[in-house]
């Protein structure tokens, strides 16, 4: 069996074959490009979302701070108050044994004038 084409109904199988190719050619690209469209829509939705949680987590992050330091400056005004108050309610062990020998030398000298008075008083009498 033999066939038999003329030039022209071969140039027109060619056309209408590269025709089919290119029309399923098109038909792929299409869906590939709507894929791709898709794709890039919920990769953009996400990134939105991404965004959004971000920016409240930073807001959350930026009350807490301004929370955490007005705390601070309260403790900075309390350490500050204890630290007026320190030298009134506590006294360092070296000014304590100061004041203490201080104390015990006017004793002794005190107790020697006694003695001195009581020594001159017997000996007067």
Request: hydrophobic share 45%.
């Amino acid at each position: 069996m033999s066939v038999t084409l003329t030039f022209w109904q071969l140039i027109t199988l060619l056309l209408a074959f590269f025709a089919a190719v290119f029309a399923g050619a098109r038909l792929l690209l299409s869906q590939i490009d709507r894929r791709l469209d898709d794709r890039f829509l919920s990769l953009q939705e996400a990134a939105k979302a991404g965004d959004a949680i971000i920016h409240e987590t930073l807001r959350q992050h930026i009350n807490e701070e301004s929370k955490n330091s007005g705390q601070l400056i309260e403790l900075e005004r309390q350490l500050l108050r204890w630290e007026a108050r320190l030298p009134i309610d506590y006294v360092r062990r070296e000014d304590f044994i100061r004041n203490q020998t201080t104390i015990e030398a006017k004793l002794d000298g005190l107790a020697l004038k006694l003695d001195n008075s009581q020594t001159k008083g017997v000996e007067h009498a």
